[in-house]
């Protein structure tokens, strides 16, 4: 009966590694796949579901450079480490913040970060009517907040309102839906998507609170721990940079005065 079970185990685990290798094999070493939300301007599908957006551009143009296809997988933002460090995807490549922290540990003793290539701010948005009601972030305490789990926008509302307050979305473009509706107080997202959406169509009755400014903060890939794609991303990054591509993408998109090029992301 033991040998049995012994084999039987054994085959079980044949099988398993198999499939792994199938998986790895079905992958492919010359594909990127990239982990994303929808972030309007940045990563976004058009009608025929084809990708679109500067950092979609920006990762097909270093795919070029190294030889590599690119493709775009949508990701839960709160769960983007065990998604990286899984395999299930090679990078975060979605207004990643690099300097930052999760869980009061710094993102960059987490993952490795590529140079930085745009600068960004959090935000707080709430309904224009109420935009005056916020002048200090003595105002936002015990006010309600819905933020994308997992990000720099979740650490800021934790430090300003009870945690007890705050409601968390798998992607910032989810919390613009619950502020207009009245169902939350305020948001905290990017600035750079904030600034696409509020005062626009269906959002137009939102607004940014430009009395409470937050810190600078850096956009960057992030890769597994010891990933050798950090480096050869980089030398393609500044290869983009000088030859002028990553520029003439930011104009096309709107990104020309944040688009900044810092090999530390301190």
Same mark, same amino acid.
């Given at each position: 009966?033991?040998?049995?079970?012994?084999?039987?185990?054994?085959?079980?685990?044949?099988?398993?590694?198999?499939?792994?290798?199938?998986?790895?094999?079905?992958?492919?070493?010359?594909?990127?796949?990239?982990?994303?939300?929808?972030?309007?301007?940045?990563?976004?599908?058009?009608?025929?579901?084809?990708?679109?957006?500067?950092?979609?551009?920006?990762?097909?143009?270093?795919?070029?450079?190294?030889?590599?296809?690119?493709?775009?997988?949508?990701?839960?933002?709160?769960?983007?480490?065990?998604?990286?460090?899984?395999?299930?995807?090679?990078?975060?490549?979605?207004?990643?913040?690099?300097?930052?922290?999760?869980?009061?540990?710094?993102?960059?003793?987490?993952?490795?970060?590529?140079?930085?290539?745009?600068?960004?701010?959090?935000?707080?948005?709430?309904?224009?009517?109420?935009?005056?009601?916020?002048?200090?972030?003595?105002?936002?305490?015990?006010?309600?907040?819905?933020?994308?789990?997992?990000?720099?926008?979740?650490?800021?509302?934790?430090?300003?309102?009870?945690?007890?307050?705050?409601?968390?979305?798998?992607?910032?473009?989810?919390?613009?839906?619950?502020?207009?509706?009245? &169902?939350?107080?305020? /948001? #905290?997202?990017? $600035?750079? %998507?904030?600034?696409? @959406?509020?005062?626009? !169509?269906?959002? &137009?009755?939102?607004? /940014? #609170?430009?009395? $409470?400014? %937050?810190?600078?903060? @850096?956009?960057?890939? !992030?890769?597994?721990?010891?990933?050798?794609?950090?480096?050869?991303?980089?030398?393609?990054?500044?290869?983009?940079?000088?030859?002028?591509?990553?520029?003439?993408?930011?104009?096309?998109?709107?990104?020309?005065?944040?688009?900044?090029?810092?090999?530390?992301?301190?």
């Amino acid at each position: 009966m033991k040998k049995l079970l012994t084999i039987v185990l054994a085959a079980l685990m044949i099988v398993a590694v198999m499939a792994g290798c199938a998986n790895n094999a079905a992958k492919g070493d010359n594909v990127l796949t990239c982990g994303v939300t929808i972030f309007e301007k940045m990563n976004e599908q058009d009608a025929d579901g084809n990708w679109t957006g500067f950092e979609t551009e920006f990762a097909q143009a270093v795919g070029k450079k190294l030889g590599m296809d690119v493709e775009f997988q949508i990701i839960d933002w709160g769960q983007k480490y065990n998604e990286l460090n899984s395999g299930a995807i090679d990078c975060v490549w979605n207004g990643f913040t690099a300097n930052s922290s999760d869980d009061g540990i710094k993102r960059s003793d987490l993952v490795d970060f590529s140079y930085g290539y745009m600068l960004n701010q959090q935000c707080i948005v709430t309904k224009a009517e109420n935009v005056n009601a916020f002048k200090t972030e003595e105002d936002l305490k015990g006010k309600t907040a819905c933020v994308e789990g997992g990000s720099a926008g979740e650490a800021y509302a934790e430090s300003v309102t009870d945690k007890d307050k705050i409601f968390s979305t798998t992607a910032q473009i989810n919390a613009f839906t619950e502020v207009k509706s009245g &169902a939350v107080d305020f /948001i #905290v997202v990017d $600035i750079l %998507l904030a600034q696409n @959406i509020c005062g626009k !169509g269906d959002y &137009a009755d939102l607004a /940014i #609170v430009e009395a $409470i400014e %937050l810190d600078s903060e @850096i956009y960057a890939v !992030g890769f597994k721990k010891g990933s050798e794609l950090t480096s050869k991303v980089n030398v393609a990054i500044k290869e983009l940079d000088a030859d002028g591509t990553l520029m003439n993408l930011a104009k096309k998109y709107g990104f020309e005065n944040v688009l900044k090029i810092t090999e530390t992301i301190e």
